[in-house]
């Protein structure tokens, strides 16, 4: 009767270690990265109103501090005023009472062509898109086919929407838009001008009238992109 006892006991007990390894087995495994908010996800969220639906963007893509937020304003321009820092990668449109609305920018050569003082002369949903001709001259084989434009669209590389910049009534050929390539954000990258993801370029556009004023900031020397 002990022994029967004594072997019952060894079975329970084996069956509780064994218990305790299979559930420490199936605890969650923690995630690599930090869940991205709710809010976010919504901010990124597709928008199939759009002419041409824009699917949702995965913010952890890009580093955080690259999706739109509401900050302490960095600039000390007046409210409505939008300024680029192609060095830092971020875009501030100015709101007033000390803050400003940051968006993550990608950065591209012709984006580091112009540095001063312009304003938004035209605005743009779903913009046609030319290259220019440095960078047809730069990859013929890649531009050269689409020398005479490219209608809007999703893979239109000036993406939803696009600002216009112009100095004393002349186009600067500077362009603020939207991307096909989410993952650039918060890059240096080899062509364009100043992207943003086009759920913020959508925001964006709808913030700034004609007429806004635009601070494009000097780059730092000596950044090469790829």
């Not at 969650?28 to 199939?48: C, G, K, N, S, T």
């Not at 004393?168 to 943003?196: F, M, Q, V």
Request: glycine residues 14%.
């Amino acid at each position: 009767m002990i022994a029967d006892i004594t072997r019952r006991g060894f079975i329970m007990g084996g069956t509780l270690a064994l218990g305790g390894c299979v559930q420490a087995a199936r605890a969650p495994v923690e995630p690599l990265a930090p869940a991205i908010p709710v809010d976010v996800r919504a901010m990124y969220a597709a928008l199939p109103g759009e002419e041409f639906p824009i699917p949702a963007v995965d913010p952890s893509v890009v580093d955080p501090r690259f999706w739109r937020q509401v900050v302490s304003d960095p600039t000390g321009e007046p409210a409505g005023t939008i300024t680029v820092d192609t060095t830092d990668r971020f875009l501030h449109l100015s709101l007033g009472g000390g803050q400003a609305m940051r968006y993550g920018i990608g950065v591209g050569k012709e984006g580091l062509a112009f540095a001063g003082t312009a304003i938004v002369a035209r605005k743009a949903a779903w913009p046609r898109w030319t290259p220019t001709a440095n960078m047809i001259r730069r990859e013929p084989e890649r531009y050269g086919p689409y020398a005479g434009g490219l209608p809007g669209g999703l893979e239109n590389p000036l993406g939803a929407r696009a600002l216009y910049l112009f100095q004393g009534g002349r186009d600067t050929l500077y362009r603020i838009h939207g991307t096909n390539e989410p993952w650039s954000i918060g890059k240096a990258i080899s062509s364009g001008c100043i992207r943003l993801f086009n759920q913020d370029i959508v925001d964006l556009h709808r913030r700034v009238p004609i007429g806004t004023r635009v601070v494009v900031l000097a780059h730092a020397p000596g950044e090469v992109l790829g």
